[in-house]
């Protein structure tokens, strides 16, 4: 499999990944494929599709994560995670971050605690709730908040908002749609901080990550 990944491009994501990195993506993509044929976690089969469209297009996010998140051990949540993406890869290749796994349906969050403990993820946590519950019992606890393909962008900031802190970011993986979604967004209450295209190599397919911050209102 490593061959595989090495063939897919993910040498040229520039994110220098050790043996133990790849070791680990592996695992979390076999595990993924054992479980999908009995849980159906996704609609996608096979593995070289699910190298690239699951595997690589989780983190192609990381170099602007990166460059956005200055702090040592930032508290990032992933809602609606499904089968752990992009959160677990995250978890992976930057140990040091902590991540917070949202999903209701408990045959996915089954899935998210084995690979928690099957690969030693000491920083993530899984949280079998729906967002809105969580949103009850954390407020305002994350410096950043991601999804990827969990629900339109404006409902999506709607249910990130409460969960950041006052300087948060929210990271949205989006397709080709985003600035169709971006249009439905009340730019009074949201700022645009960052609009990139990734590069998913080898594959012809449109994504970006857009990168908004909530603008605070002063109280009347």
């Given at each position: 499999?490593?061959?595989?990944?090495?063939?897919?491009?993910?040498?040229d994501?520039?994110?220098?990944?050790?043996?133990?990195?790849?070791?680990?993506?592996?695992?979390?993509?076999?595990?993924m494929g054992?479980?999908?044929?009995?849980?159906?976690?996704?609609?996608?089969?096979?593995?070289?599709?699910?190298?690239r469209?699951?595997?690589?297009d989780?983190i192609?996010?990381?170099p602007?994560?990166r460059?956005?998140?200055?702090?040592?051990?930032?508290?990032?949540?992933?809602?609606?995670?499904?089968?752990?993406?992009?959160?677990?890869?995250?978890?992976i290749?930057?140990?040091?971050?902590?991540v917070?796994?949202i999903?209701?349906?408990?045959?996915?969050?089954?899935?998210?605690?084995?690979?928690?403990?099957?690969?030693?993820?000491?920083?993530?946590?899984?949280?079998?709730?729906?967002?809105?519950?969580?949103?009850?019992s954390?407020?305002?606890?994350?410096?950043?908040?991601?999804?990827?393909?969990?629900?339109?962008?404006?409902h999506?900031?709607e249910?990130?908002?409460?969960?950041?802190?006052?300087?948060?970011?929210?990271?949205?993986?989006?397709?080709?749609r985003?600035?169709?979604?971006?249009?439905?967004?009340?730019?009074?209450?949201?700022?645009l901080?960052?609009?990139?295209?990734?590069q998913?190599?080898?594959?012809?397919?449109?994504?970006?990550?857009?990168v908004?911050?909530?603008?605070?209102?002063?109280?009347?």
């Open positions: 499999m490593s061959n595989d990944l090495v063939s897919l491009g993910i040498e994501l520039g994110l220098n990944l050790s043996s133990a990195n790849i070791a680990d993506l592996e695992l979390f993509l076999q595990e054992r479980w999908n044929q009995v849980h159906n976690l996704t609609a996608i089969e096979g593995e070289k599709n699910s190298v469209l699951h595997l690589i989780s192609t996010v990381l602007i994560m460059q956005f998140l200055g702090l040592e051990n930032p508290k990032i949540a992933d809602l609606g995670s499904g089968g752990g993406l992009p959160a677990i890869p995250i978890a290749l930057q140990p040091e971050w902590h917070t796994l999903e209701a349906i408990r045959k996915k969050t089954a899935f998210l605690q084995h690979v928690r403990g099957k690969l030693g993820l000491k920083n993530i946590q899984v949280l079998s709730e729906r967002v809105e519950a969580v949103v009850k954390q407020p305002g606890q994350f410096d950043a908040v991601i999804s990827r393909a969990f629900t339109n962008l404006a999506f900031l249910l990130s908002l409460p969960l950041l802190k006052p300087d948060g970011l929210v990271f949205a993986m989006k397709a080709k985003a600035g169709e979604e971006l249009q439905d967004v009340c730019m009074d209450d949201w700022r901080v960052a609009d990139e295209p990734l998913i190599p080898n594959l012809a397919v449109e994504r970006r990550l857009l908004l911050s909530p603008v605070r209102k002063l109280p009347l």
